[in-house]
């Protein structure tokens, strides 16, 4: 299927959708603040989802198809994130499940508006835990807040820190730092093996 924009109050988002045949639901991912869908993490968690029987849409964000490489502000990408996830559960979704994720900055968006767009599950890639060499500044909060399923895939070598487990949230350490390029097998490895969980 070709990108379709769906029109936010901030722009068009554009939107990749892999429909599967009889999904079992839809995994719907963001890109990180100045990267595109095509990040070799989100790659392999898209082939996951695809083989868990899955659908796979993955959003670009309004400043991305604007050609902007600075990330918007938080409000507005949640906003954007939002009006895509409603157009997708109106238009592709029906009653199946939700579940909603991203790479790094693209994971925060998620988790913040987990309860808005009525996600089952949160798959955070490279979840930014604070800036770099600035762990006074902790975003744990943001995931500490999700009371659904989280699984945290993250490099073990990440300047961006290593997000605390909860009672909602998995961490899974894997080979490299924050592009999770080293071993793209373990991350696609360990979001398969979250999907079978969280599916059933």
């Not at 995994?27 to 095509?38: D, E, K, R, S, V």
């Not at 997708?88 to 900055?105: C, F, N, Q, V, Y």
Request: charged share 20%; net charge negative.
């Amino acid at each position: 299927m070709k990108p379709f924009a769906v029109e936010t109050t901030h722009g068009p988002a554009r939107v990749h959708l892999d429909a599967a045949k009889d999904h079992a639901g839809l995994l719907m991912l963001g890109h990180g603040a100045g990267g595109g869908i095509t990040a070799p993490d989100l790659e392999a968690a898209a082939g996951a989802a695809k083989d868990a029987g899955l659908s796979v849409a993955l959003v670009e964000q309004p400043y991305r198809v604007a050609g902007r490489k600075s990330p918007a502000p938080a409000k507005q990408l949640d906003a954007a994130w939002q009006a895509v996830a409603s157009h997708l559960r109106e238009e592709h979704l029906g009653e199946w499940r939700l579940i909603a994720g991203g790479r790094s900055s693209g994971a925060r968006v998620a988790c913040r508006t987990v309860a808005e767009t009525g996600a089952a599950a949160v798959l955070c890639l490279a979840f930014p835990e604070h800036p770099p060499g600035k762990p006074e500044k902790s975003r744990q909060g943001e995931l500490d807040a999700v009371e659904v399923p989280v699984l945290v895939v993250q490099g073990e070598s990440d300047p961006f820190g290593m997000p605390t487990a909860g009672p909602n949230a998995e961490i899974v350490a894997v080979k490299g730092n924050h592009s999770l390029k080293s071993d793209v097998d373990a991350v696609g490895a360990a979001v398969a093996a979250w999907l079978g969980r969280v599916l059933g």
